[in-house]
């Protein structure tokens, strides 16, 4: 890949999707995108560009491949216990103590890959539920853009390696095993609606509103400070008002936003709608 190609490549892919792929990622963007040019029988990274440029009806249709190459979608369950904790304490004092919700909790999980994340939420809420002898009733929503991940957030089949964090008792209790291949029980599966949804359309963002609970976690690492800002001002704006926001244990919204209030929990910091 020359360095004009992937100037012009990553000025796309940013164009569409927010990710941002510095100088010193151009042999990653370059090992990404090369069963692409092989699949569309191009013969450079040129002409990969100008088909998505100028190709007409198809490029719909590689758009959605290009995503599918360019993110990563690295996840498993129980990601980051520190946070986890700190939902489970928000949920507790603010919906069991101080009363139920007159409507179902919303909880978005932005960003969620291959289904790991939202999963995780509704083992949490069912958890809960089960200790507390409450009915709470809440969704998950879990949006991507990757329609590959989301093929395989719909079918919840997980490997070994994505259940690691979780004790036995937890994976006999959420999943039929078989083979060393986890299917996640339906009872699970009906709390998550699926969808896709490119966190850089603001348009899309109607859809997902009055959320209690947001979790955008690690994905804004890909994104540089004006998507950054972007974003965070449309969770912002998605939340219902005091709700919260959770991102990455190695993000910040430090020169992000202002909006949110920092609460501390142990090993993890909430951002609180004000
Ligand atoms: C590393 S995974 C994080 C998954 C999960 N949130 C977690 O923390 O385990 C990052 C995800 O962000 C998604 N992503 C990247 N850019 C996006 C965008 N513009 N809109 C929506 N999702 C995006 C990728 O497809 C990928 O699945």
């Known amino acids: ?23 010193n990622k151009t042999y990653l963007l370059e090992s990404r995108l090369t069963n692409r040019l092989s699949e569309l029988g191009c013969g ?10 100028y ?8 758009i959605i491949n290009l995503f599918n190459a360019v993110t990563t979608n690295e996840t498993s369950f129980f990601r980051n216990p ?17 009363g139920l919700a007159e409507t179902p909790l919303r909880i978005w999980s932005a960003a969620c890959s291959t289904g790991e994340e939202p999963y995780t939420l509704v083992m949490l809420m069912l958890e809960m539920i089960e200790k507390y002898k ?30 690691r ?28 609606k699926i969808d896709f949804m490119n966190l850089m359309d603001t348009n899309a963002y109607k859809t997902y509103r009055q959320m209690d609970m947001i979790f955008c976690r690690n994905v804004l690492i ?9 974003v965070i001002d449309s969770l912002y704006e998605s939340l219902k008002p005091r709700e919260y926001l959770t991102i990455g244990h190695a993000e910040s919204l430090h020169n992000i936003s202002r909006a949110f209030k920092p609460l501390i929990f142990p090993g993890t910091i909430a951002y609180q709608k004000g």
């Open 165 to 192: 964090n979780m004790d036995e008792p937890m994976k006999r209790k959420y999943f039929d095993e078989a083979e060393g291949v986890y299917r996640l029980k339906e009872h699970v599966k009906r709390h998550v």
């Open 55 to 62: 190709g007409g009806d198809k490029v719909k249709d590689e």
């Open 82 to 98: 520190p946070q986890l904790d700190a939902f489970n304490v928000i949920i507790q004092k603010n919906y069991l103590q101080n």
């Open 134 to 163: 409450k009915n709470i009733p809440f969704m998950v929503y879990g949006t991507d853009i990757s329609t590959k991940a989301l093929d395989s957030a719909r079918a919840a089949h997980y490997t070994n390696y994505s259940v």
């Open 222 to 230: 890909y994104f540089d400070d004006k998507m950054k800002k972007k």
């Open 44 to 53: 450079s990274f040129e002409d990969y560009y100008y088909f998505l440029k």
């Open 1 to 23: 890949m020359t360095r004009e190609e992937f100037q012009l490549l990553r000025d796309y892919v940013y164009e569409k999707s927010g990710i941002y792929f510095a100088e």
